[in-house]
T-cell receptor, first 112, second 113 residues
Framework: DSGVTQTPKHLITATGQRVTLRCSPR?????VYWYQQSLDQGLQFLIQ???????AKGNILERFSAQQFPDLHSELNLSSLELGDSALYFC???????????FGDGTRLSIL | GDSVTQMEGPVTLSEEAFLTINCTYT??????LFWYVQYPGEGLQLLLK?????DKGSNKGFEATYRKETTSFHLEKGSVQVSDSAVYFC????????????FGTGTRLTVIP
């Protein structure tokens, strides 16, 4: 158990819809990262937050957004969903944004 | 830009065989290097890491040495077990800027009794 909690574990929805994925970091970790794992793109970094502030952006689509709340949990919002958004979405956390990241078990998103 | 090239799989070995999974990287400066393992239905777990040249990371019988001259971080294990069956990812984290990870494509290892 990494200590990083992601909910829900599975999500099935339709094209055009909007979903919210939630992540609770390990106790004491200030930084949260979001990654997307798909068959064609592999594991790709989406976005990083540190103590509530956005720190870095990767290959995140404009239809996607995220935030980190004062209690340090984070949400990834995906809107206008397309079939190609079907993937495993991982959250990871680290103490200070520089130490090794610890991953949650992921949310599997299926778009029908 | 920063990237990781990892040996394509899948790899199938008999129990107690020697394992090598090749990983090379491209990065400016001296990144930190990692191996993560993903068991079926689970998230990624940090297996081992190295933060500077010639460092050797080790854990659970797995080893990898940070080779700056060959920009490599190959994963090795002397005697694999069935329980080692998983997908292994090589990753790097740039020294400067954000600490996000750049992953290789992953190598699926299957160990048969």
């Amino acid at each position: 158990d990494s200590g990083v909690t992601q909910t829900p574990k599975h999500l099935i929805t339709a094209t055009g819809q909007r979903v919210t994925l939630r992540c609770s970091p390990r106790s004491g970790d200030l930084s949260v990262y979001w990654y997307q794992q798909s068959l064609d793109q592999g594991l790709q970094f989406l976005i990083q937050y540190y103590n509530g502030e956005e720190r870095a952006k990767g290959n995140i689509l404009e239809r996607f957004s995220a935030q980190q709340f004062p209690d340090l949990h984070s949400e990834l919002n995906l809107s206008s969903l397309e079939l190609g958004d079907s993937a495993l979405y991982f959250c990871a956390s680290s103490v200070d944004g520089y130490q090794p990241q610890h991953f949650g078990d992921g949310t599997r998103l299926s778009i029908l | 830009g920063d990237s990781v090239t990892q040996m394509e799989g899948p790899v199938t070995l008999s129990e107690e065989a020697f394992l090598t999974i090749n990983c090379t990287y491209t990065a400016t400066g001296y990144p930190s290097l990692f191996w993560y393992v993903q068991y079926p239905g689970e998230g990624l777990q940090l297996l081992l890491k190295a933060t500077k040249a010639d460092d050797k990371g080790s854990n659970k019988g797995f080893e990898a040495t940070y080779r700056k001259e060959t920009t490599s971080f190959h994963l090795e294990k002397g005697s694999v077990q069935v329980s080692d069956s998983a997908v292994y990812f090589c990753a790097l984290s740039p020294l400067s800027g954000a600490n996000n990870l750049f992953f290789g494509t992953g190598t699926r290892l299957t160990v048969i009794p």
